[in-house]
């Protein structure tokens, strides 16, 4: 049950059940059967008719519900006086529920964590007195300066404003060594200051900010616990009927309708109810150790199913966060190039645009005024200039469209081009660098090891970077100069599936939603795909991608191995119990314990994280060229 009032009324039907049980086993030793048989009728008849009412609940949403067998099972127990073998069933049903809550919690403690350090207040510098003042988080405003203390945790996104910090990021990228930061540099929330205390300027109010952000798809994980049943659902009917099956011929062969009732005290399904549960939780908490929110347990299933998989590349594949390395002069000079395209740029929320903006600004170039600019989606910028000029900065599809057949310079892995007109003429071309990720080759190669068979690239950069990059992370497959419309259609043309799509960008929000399975780079900051994404990497590690699919492929091998186990555990003590060898109550202890051993193999789950550290080989360079 996922609510606090579903949890409390379960643990107070379990403590009346305990109570029934212990009055029940004193009345059987002192031979008072009536008493015992009463007691027995009511414990048992409220315990049957709660679940019933949820049994019917489940049966109107449209899923088939294992706990038939239980109320078979205390019916049965209550038509043969089999009264303390049906008190026993109803408190493993009871407690069942209680065991997994107290285990799914202790899954779901890692992501528990994240919820419970995401700060509350702020000390807040009074901008005339100088005072610092204690508010709620929710209070600051964009532009208050801040004073952050020794192990405090940052209240929101802004700047530096003293000379030197030192943060813990750990709980955001997953980096374990502290970052230096200098005056002006950016700072994240929900990061932790490591030095003495220092002063910032808030950029971002609270709800904006990038811990709210992972806030939010923590909170989305915890929510959604009802898809994880899914897994078991599948055994519920097979397993019902055989149970039923042995039950039934176990009666008919011998005569002794008790042995219907013995064979189905060990067939409650209790372990095919709890393991998968449990085990997704352990998942997705193992999962959260590696900076990796997922926030459906279903995600898991799926993940561990993929089969094809396409990455995006800038900010992907590649860092993200290109410098101005080159610039081809055409029509005009090297710096009237980048003055043009600077202009321009300043509108543009492309990747790209603030290397090229920050370039111009570095070497105090005086940007020409723009009367009007458009930013044409995955093509580039139209800007008119105060002159009357036009000028295009973008794609070469896009400049050729003014300008005609254009030349196109080599690229190197990493490059890219950004192409510049005036007029109808080209004005130059800007290189920038765009570095290749450390471990994106390794996770590629993971991948492939792990069954994957269909790996590509699918971007909106030009077909000569597009293809360096993916050649020195070794990926075959490139689709480039795409648009988001675009990418969606090969995304769900590819085969085999399931198919995974990994990228960070906003245009990548629509590919991200359209795959099986969506996985955002958020990086230092979630962005637009986070939200159509079912699984949020919260670090700046390409890495976590196979990380994330080896914790899924262990998590639901995990949940198989516990249901199987249960399932032959219980059908071993069914066909004992069938030939008469089982006595009602010393099966319904046994079961007991088979429920247990459920819960701890499901368990397991929460070292999953160990492995996929253990399988990631050591970091190492990309090559360039």
């Known amino acids: 049950m996922s609510s606090t009032g579903e949890f409390l009324r379960n643990r107070k039907l379990m403590m009346f059940v305990l109570a029934g049980l212990a009055t029940g086993v004193m009345l059987w030793l002192t031979g008072a059967e009536m008493a015992l048989g009463v007691t027995a009728y009511l414990v048992l008849g409220i315990v049957i008719v709660i679940t019933a009412i949820d049994m019917f609940k489940d049966l109107m949403r449209g899923h088939w519900g294992l706990d038939i067998l239980a109320v078979i099972a205390m019916i049965a127990t209550l038509a043969v006086q089999e009264y303390v073998a049906g008190l026993i069933i109803a408190l493993m049903l009871t407690g069942g529920e ?77 980096e374990p060594v502290p970052v230096n930061y200098h005056a002006g540099d950016p700072l994240l929330s929900g990061t932790v200051n490591s030095t003495t205390s220092f002063t910032m300027r808030a950029q971002k109010v609270a709800a904006d900010s990038n811990y709210a952000s992972i806030v939010r798809l923590v909170e989305e994980a915890v929510d959604s616990r009802a898809p994880m ?114 202009a321009a740029e300043q509108y543009s929320v492309h990747v790209f645009a603030d290397p090229i903006v920050a370039s111009a600004r570095t070497q105090q170039l005086e940007l020409p005024e723009v009367v009007t600019a458009d930013e044409v989606a995955t093509n580039g910028v139209l800007a008119s200039l105060a002159d009357g000029t036009s000028v295009r900065v973008g794609k070469p599809s896009f400049i050729e469209e003014v300008t005609g057949p254009i030349d196109r310079p080599v690229l190197s892995a990493g490059e890219t081009a950004v192409y510049v007109s005036v007029g109808d003429e080209l004005a130059g071309v800007i290189i920038l660098s765009d570095p290749i990720r450390e471990q994106s080759a390794d996770t590629v190669s993971r991948l492939r090891r792990a ?15 597009a293809e360096s990059v993916a050649h020195a992370v070794d990926i075959q497959t490139v689709h480039a100069e795409t648009t988001p419309q675009t990418k969606v259609r090969i ?76 399932i032959i555990i219980s059908v071993g003590l069914m066909l004992v119990a069938a030939f008469g060898y089982l006595p009602a109550v010393v099966g319904a202890l046994l079961q007991e314990i088979v429920d247990l051993v459920a819960i701890l193999s499901a368990l397991r789950a929460l070292r999953a994280h160990r492995g996929a550290r253990r399988e990631s080989p050591a970091r190492r360079e990309v090559p360039v060229g």
């Open 451 to 465: 069954g994957v068979a269909e790996i590509a690239m699918v971007t909106g950069d030009i077909t000569s970077t």
């Open 229 to 342: 049943v899914r897994l078991a659902d599948r055994y519920a009917v097979p397993f019902t009927i055989v149970s039923l099956l042995i039950a039934g011929f176990a009666w008919f062969l011998s005569g002794d309708p008790v042995r219907f009732a013995e064979v189905l005290v060990v067939a409650t399904p209790c372990p095919l109810l709890i393991a998968t549960p449990v085990a997704f939780m352990g998942g997705m908490s193992s999962a959260a150790k590696l900076n990796v929110i997922i926030k459906d347990g279903g995600v898991l299933e799926v993940l561990a199913r993929v089969r094809a998989v396409a990455f995006d590349k800038t900010g992907t594949l590649t860092e993200g966060k290109a410098d101005v390395v080159e610039i081809h002069p055409a029509a005009r000079t090297v710096d009237e190039t980048l003055q043009l395209a600077a």
């Open 491 to 566: 995304v769900q043309a590819m085969r085999p599936r399931p198919v995974l799509m990994v990228g960070d960008g906003i245009n990548d929000a629509p590919v991200l939603a359209a795959a099986d399975v969506g996985v955002a780079m958020a990086g230092r900051g979630a962005t637009v795909a986070s939200e159509s994404a079912a699984a949020v990497i919260t670090s700046n590690d390409i890495a976590r991608v196979a990380d994330v699919a080896y914790v899924s492929r262990r998590t639901v091998q995990i949940a198989l191995q516990s249901i199987w186990m249960g």
């Open 98 to 174: 209680a065991l997994e809550d107290l285990a799914a919690r202790r899954a779901s403690r890692e992501l528990d964590q994240l919820l419970s350090r995401a700060p509350a207040f702020a000390g807040r510098i009074h901008p005339v007195t100088g005072e610092v003042e204690r508010i709620a988080i929710e209070e600051v405003k964009v532009g208050d300066e801040l004073l952050v203390r020794s192990s405090e945790i940052l209240p929101v996104d802004g700047v530096l404003l003293s000379n030197h910090a030192t943060i813990d990021e750990s709980s955001v990228t997953g």
